[in-house]
Nanobody, 116 residues
């Protein structure tokens, strides 16, 4: 059974850093493009960053470009989201997503709260 488990969320002060992890199992992780989404209260879920399966090409939303970095370790079946210089508007539930062909897997989400 495909599964994605996020970890690393929590409370962080504005300007601080946090790294999220997402561990995959039950599917061939290296063949999947991986994405991080987030959803703030009262807002739609938005794509934050993505990384391709083979070349490791990355893409970022304009709102996080230059502050967040997505990476993956296929040997560990894990994708990361390094968040630097965080802002209160980064507060949201962050979801990990794995997508390949017709397959689409989601994690349960991890809460990130940016507040002093």
């Amino acid at each position: 059974q495909p599964q994605l488990v996020e970890s690393g969320g929590g409370l962080v002060q504005p300007g601080g850093s946090l790294t999220l992890s997402c561990a995959g199992s039950g599917f061939t992780f290296s063949r999947y493009a991986m994405r991080w989404y987030r959803q703030a209260p009262g807002k739609e879920r938005e794509l934050v960053a993505s990384i391709s399966s083979i070349a490791g090409s990355t893409m970022y939303a304009d709102s996080v470009k230059g502050r967040f970095t997505i990476s993956r370790d296929n040997a560990k079946n894990t994708v990361y989201l390094e968040m630097n210089s965080v802002k209160p508007e980064d507060t949201a539930v962050y979801y990990c997503n794995a997508r390949a062909f017709a397959n689409d897997h989601w994690g349960q989400g991890t809460q990130v709260t940016v507040s002093s």
